[in-house]
């Protein structure tokens, strides 16, 4: 157990060992596929005792572990703000509609995309939540 955290904590000094490690951290942070990052990085012949897609993995992993800058911090921040706005604004929409097919006596057709727009509002409150170290999903869950 010892051994796979030890391995753990180092997973990613090979990365930061190479020579162009903060041009791979900054076109990570700008949103570079990871797909064209670890092309580029194994055609400058830096990185030759790994596969592509040993890469790729380990290049996923990295930026999912890479913590925002205050720049990002701040974006995210004003994101996460919106976001609390749009989803309390659609479940007052949902309430509405809930109202309205309780008067009309049958349901009605907006109702159904109301909820998913606040399902897919609400995972993205939880993605960002996990970029900013404020919320951690449980083993096996994962915010989209």
């Known amino acids: 157990m010892g051994a796979a955290r030890r391995q753990r904590k180092d997973a990613f000094a090979r990365l ?24 580029w ?10 596969d592509e897609a040993s890469l790729r993995r380990t290049l996923y992993r990295f930026r999912r572990s890479l913590v925002p800058n205050d720049d990002e911090r701040r974006k995210l921040l004003d994101e996460l703000r919106e976001l609390v706005v ?12 809930r109202d309205l097919e309780k008067a009309l006596g049958k349901l009605t057709l907006t109702v159904g995309s109301d909820i998913r727009v606040a399902g897919e509002v609400l995972a993205r409150i939880a993605h960002i939540k996990v970029r900013l170290g404020l919320y951690r999903p449980a083993r096996g869950e994962h915010p989209q």
């Open 16 to 39: 930061k060992g190479l020579p162009f490690y903060d041009v791979l951290e900054d076109r990570l942070r700008s949103g570079w596929p990871i797909s064209a990052l670890a092309t």
């Open 86 to 97: 749009l989803y309390r604004r659609q479940v007052e929409r949902i309430e509405i509609d």
């Open 41 to 50: 990085a194994m055609a400058t012949g830096a990185v030759s005792d790994i």
